[in-house]
T-cell receptor, first 111, second 113 residues
């Protein structure tokens, strides 16, 4: 059974720092990996999608990498801002488009 | 383009009552999903519909039923609500294949007393 783990569960850093969020999965037979952002009381916003054949994707200050063989992905956030404060979720896509989620990392950026 | 919409946003039920959560998407997506999100458990798949006319169980289907009414709409029904079904429910959709990203609705916060 596929399991997805995100470490750390919570992270607090000062504004301006670069940071890395980690995601690991137990079964490398995935179609893709998706990073989401969730603000308190809100739905999920898709940030980046990495296909299983890709190594990384970039969008603005965000960069996500994927190492399928080792079952790991990282989300790099450059020059963090208070507006980046949210919970970040990773999810892997299985057959029939089913997603398996990690429990998320709650990120706080302190001004 | 409204994306994925869900109604209601909030609901309080008493144990044993029934209700239907509605979901609609206007992106012409083929596949739709229902997830629940609980503290410490993350998001878990309840049911999904890979295409119009088909539905399948996910990880936690007990106590729920679904209907894919048409390509746009996918409803989730609780026939006899239990306190264990207190959760936030999210609907999602994707165009078709496992290679495409999923888009999520804003969620329904359900409390069962």
């Amino acid at each position: 059974k596929q399991e997805v783990t995100q470490i750390p569960a919570a992270l607090s850093v000062p504004e301006g720092e670069n940071l890395v969020l980690n995601c690991s999965f137990t079964d490398s037979a995935i179609y893709n990996l998706q990073w989401f952002r969730q603000d308190p009381g809100k739905g999920l916003t898709s940030l980046l999608l990495i296909q299983s054949s890709q190594r990384e994707q970039t969008s603005g200050r965000l960069n996500a990498s994927l190492d399928k063989s080792s079952g790991r992905s990282t989300l790099y956030i450059a020059a963090s801002q208070p507006g980046d404060s949210a919970t970040y979720l990773c999810a892997v896509s299985l057959r029939a488009q089913k997603l398996v989620f990690g429990q998320g990392t709650r990120l706080t950026i302190n001004p | 383009n409204a994306g994925v919409t869900q109604t209601p946003k909030f609901q309080v039920l008493k144990t044993g009552q029934s209700m239907t959560l509605q979901c609609a998407q206007d992106m012409n997506h083929n596949s739709m999903y229902w997830y629940r999100q609980d503290p410490g458990m993350g998001l878990r798949l309840i049911y999904y519909s890979a295409s119009e006319g088909t539905t399948d169980k996910g990880e936690v289907p007990n106590g729920y039923n679904v209907s894919r009414l048409n390509k746009r709409e996918f409803s989730l029904r609780l026939e006899s609500a239990a306190p264990s079904q207190t959760s936030v429910y999210f609907c999602a959709s994707t165009i078709r294949s496992s290679y495409n990203e999923q888009f999520f609705g804003p969620g329904t916060r359900l409390t069962v007393l």
